[in-house]
């Protein structure tokens, strides 16, 4: 894949992006030569041509990209993971979380599926919006597990958040809160904890 000033990726690596300042594997010094502040908050649209991904971390599939601002103190994502846009700033800060109040009947703004692992808190990253991706499921999947099946936001307590996960009954309180947060659907046979390969759909406009 290219690399421009608008999307450089110092380890050239989708899924392996942990940088303390946009752009830059070590913060400048001072932070006013960073040259490439123009590129927080962009989405890329990359075919699998264009990409390249570290395999012993996992695939990545084509689809649209968007470098992101992980909250300083926010808990540290997993692979596959929902995150949410902060939404106590400026949206052109371009900042995510993995927090979720699940207490409310709308889910918080969907962000994106996140690719790193161990993404340092107060970094940033890129996460994919639209696409191909692998998603990581609840520990029990509530619903039946099938390759097609609709897949959303868990809504099961704080050990899952961001989490996916299967409902049959949409008629359920549970089944209507999973319905809008609705992401995509199963392309592969979910499990159990797992990371599954969904068709993300987010209406995900920022920027």
Same mark, same amino acid.
């Given at each position: 894949?290219?690399?421009?000033?608008?999307?450089?990726?110092?380890? /050239?690596?989708?899924?392996?992006?942990? @940088? *303390?300042?946009? /752009?830059?594997?070590?913060?400048? $010094? *001072?932070?006013?030569? @960073?040259?490439?502040?123009?590129?927080?908050?962009?989405? !890329?649209?990359?075919?699998? $041509?264009?990409?390249?991904?570290? $395999?012993?971390? =996992?695939?990545?599939?084509? =689809?649209?990209?968007?470098?992101?601002? %992980?909250?300083?103190? $926010?808990?540290?994502?997993?692979?596959?993971?929902?995150?949410?846009? +902060? +939404? &106590?700033?400026?949206?052109?800060?371009?900042?995510?979380?993995?927090?979720?109040?699940?207490?409310?009947?709308?889910?918080?703004?969907?962000? =994106?599926?996140?690719? &790193?692992?161990? !993404?340092?808190?107060? @970094?940033?990253?890129?996460?994919?919006?639209?696409?191909?991706?692998?998603?990581?499921?609840?520990?029990?999947?509530?619903?039946?597990?099938?390759?097609?099946? *609709?897949?959303?936001?868990?809504?099961? /307590? &704080?050990?899952? !958040?961001?989490?996916?996960?299967?409902?049959?009954? %949409?008629?359920?309180?549970? =089944?209507?809160?999973?319905?809008?947060?609705?992401?995509?659907?199963?392309?592969?046979?979910?499990? +159990?904890?797992?990371?599954?390969?969904?068709?993300?759909?987010?209406?995900?406009?920022? /920027?």
């Amino acid at each position: 894949m290219s690399v421009t000033q608008i999307h450089r990726i110092p380890s /050239g690596f989708l899924n392996d992006v942990n @940088n *303390p300042a946009i /752009g830059e594997p070590t913060a400048p $010094s *001072p932070v006013s030569l @960073n040259s490439f502040a123009g590129q927080l908050g962009k989405e !890329i649209v990359l075919d699998a $041509s264009q990409i390249r991904y570290k $395999s012993s971390v =996992g695939t990545i599939f084509g =689809g649209t990209f968007r470098y992101v601002r %992980l909250k300083a103190n $926010s808990a540290v994502p997993v692979i596959g993971q929902m995150v949410f846009w +902060d +939404d &106590t700033v400026a949206e052109d800060l371009y900042q995510v979380t993995a927090l979720e109040s699940i207490t409310t009947v709308v889910a918080a703004s969907m962000a =994106g599926i996140i690719l &790193t692992p161990s !993404i340092t808190a107060g @970094n940033l990253t890129i996460i994919q919006t639209s696409g191909l991706v692998k998603a990581k499921f609840v520990g029990t999947i509530t619903g039946t597990k099938a390759i097609g099946r *609709p897949v959303s936001i868990s809504v099961a /307590g &704080t050990s899952s !958040i961001g989490l996916m996960d299967i409902v049959d009954d %949409l008629t359920t309180t549970a =089944g209507e809160l999973l319905l809008s947060r609705f992401v995509g659907r199963a392309v592969e046979l979910p499990t +159990d904890g797992g990371l599954t390969t969904i068709d993300l759909q987010l209406q995900n406009p920022r /920027g």
